[in-house]
């Protein structure tokens, strides 16, 4: 028995009864409401997997073998010319 979620509000009358089903409410599969209706329901799965942010590319930090890397060395502030302060953030 399969869950679905509502993708949009929409009142049925079922028994002659009015029944209001709200965008997100969860109903069963087998239940009344879904006769007919089956356009406004999504499976919850497809909603989770909707969801889900993407995750950003990783970059790998070695070489496939074969492959060429450039390589960029590190910015680093020492040595630089006009530069007033030590490693520990102390006069020279």
Do not use: N
């Not at 949009?8 to 409401?33: C, K, Q």
């Not at 969801?51 to 070695?62: C, G, I, K, W």
């Not at 496939?64 to 530069?83: I, Q, V």
């Amino acid at each position: 028995m399969a869950i679905k979620r509502a993708i949009a509000p929409f009142t049925a009358y079922i028994d002659g009864m009015p029944r209001v089903v709200r965008a997100g409410d969860l109903v069963e599969e087998t239940d009344p409401v879904m006769q007919g209706r089956t356009h406004l329901f999504e499976t919850v799965e497809d909603h989770v997997a909707q969801r889900q942010p993407q995750r950003p590319q990783v970059e790998t930090a070695t070489a496939e073998p074969g492959e060429r890397r450039d390589l960029t060395p590190p910015a680093s502030g020492r040595g630089k010319p006009g530069s007033t302060r030590g490693r520990r953030g102390g006069s020279k």
